[in-house]
């Protein structure tokens, strides 16, 4: 059997040419030639019926014929190319034993064999040297997601604990999502003798760089002499202002990214029924016990920013509160974030809106919050890093 096959392998791989011209020269040739022979030897009748006899079984073996040629001329190397690429699709890039030796004539279907062996052979390296960088990537990916976990827990320890707010309001919310599980979104809150300062911060940048900001942002507020600021939260984002510039050596000539920090900067007067709003590029919503709901505009300015000069002044707005004013402090990550089918902000409408409904708790208002947000974003990308802060004075 295998002398067999070695033999049809023989046939099946020779030359196309080569195969066409042994079938033209028996037909041609060798056909006429017998009948010749055989026909000097016959009479007239047995030479018709040796042609008769010859046209029958010709008839009769045309179509198996025609099938073994097919097969030896061209359909068992095409059958054999064809199974081997189904052998590269599923992976296997060395389908010969040894390489075909290379082709001495013009012959198409050699040429394509011998090309097949070396397309699989630099398929399967580039497939090896490809598995090798994903596998390097993968490990990369591993470590940056580690290393994103390990900064998310420095960060969430640094800041105060979400709980903090207890022994200042009589109820809130907190909802705190970094777009990179860390970010430039922090909180931060301070006691003094009358009262007590919170913020809600968004600081340049997203992911560990927005992180090491809200740390350094932070750093800088706990030095400030706090004390000396009651009643006057603008003050603070003008001591800010110049903190930044200079932990930054903004003053230098050397080129430096536009660094510093949105802010809403509250203070509240534990001696008087008022609170004191200053704010750098965000706003404050306060709810009054009817219902009715004002917003507070901040000053169109970053703290620490490039374009904000060192001496820059903010402005104090003094609101008056009663017992069950609630407020909301926000960055720009809600509003700013585009969703639904005409792609575009959430808005400040659409966050009046919301909290202008009665719900049974802070923490229910929180969830619904979340859920509308993300019904909102839908499929489109986050954008910003998420912090919202509901409380009842």
């Not at 009479?43 to 014929?65: F, H, K, Q, S, V």
């Amino acid at each position: 059997m295998t002398v067999l096959r070695k033999i049809v392998d023989t046939i099946a791989w020779s030359t196309i040419s080569g195969k066409m011209t042994s079938l033209l020269l028996l037909l041609i040739v060798g056909i006429p030639l017998c009948i010749l022979v055989t026909g000097e030897e016959l009479g007239r009748i047995e030479l018709y019926n040796t042609l008769g006899a010859w046209a029958i079984l010709g008839l009769i073996a045309t179509w198996p014929l025609s099938r073994v040629l097919s097969y030896l001329i061209a359909l068992r190397p095409i059958q054999e190319l064809n199974g081997l690429c189904v052998g590269m699709q599923n992976g296997n890039f060395t389908p010969f034993e040894e390489c075909p030796p290379e082709p001495s004539n013009q012959d198409e279907l050699q040429k394509l064999r011998h090309n097949l062996f070396w397309m699989g052979h630099v398929i399967g390296r580039r497939q090896c040297e490809l598995q090798t960088t994903t596998n390097k990537l993968e490990e990369a990916q591993r470590q940056n997601r580690s290393s994103l976990d390990y900064a998310e827990v420095i960060q969430k320890a640094f800041l105060p604990p979400a709980d903090g707010f207890t022994d200042l309001f009589s109820d809130f919310f907190l909802l705190w999502e970094q777009r990179d599980g860390v970010g430039g979104d922090a909180y931060w809150r301070k006691e003094t003798a009358n009262g007590f300062f919170v913020a809600i911060i968004d600081c340049t940048g997203h992911g560990v760089p927005g992180a090491f900001m809200t740390l350094i942002v932070h750093s800088l507020l706990d030095g400030i002499d706090i004390q000396a600021y009651e009643k006057n939260p603008a003050g603070v984002l003008s001591a800010m202002n110049v903190a930044i510039k200079k932990a930054f050596h903004s003053d230098t000539k050397n080129e430096r990214p536009d660094d510093g920090m949105d802010c809403t900067l509250l203070y509240v007067d534990n001696k008087r029924n008022s609170m004191f709003f200053a704010g750098a590029r965000n706003y404050l919503f306060v709810r009054r016990p009817d219902g009715s709901i004002e917003d507070y505009k901040g000053d169109r300015k970053g703290v620490g920013n490039e374009h904000t000069p060192t001496d820059a002044v903010f402005t104090n707005h003094e609101i008056e509160i009663e017992t069950g004013t609630r407020i909301y402090m926000l960055t720009d990550g809600l509003i700013d974030q585009i969703g639904e089918e005409r792609r575009l902000p959430f808005g400040r409408k659409l966050f009046r809106n919301f909290i202008a409904q009665d719900y049974t708790s802070f923490e229910e208002q929180r969830e619904q919050l979340r859920l509308l947000f993300i019904r909102y974003q839908g499929t489109e990308k986050r954008r910003d890093d998420l912090l919202v802060l509901g409380a009842e004075l």
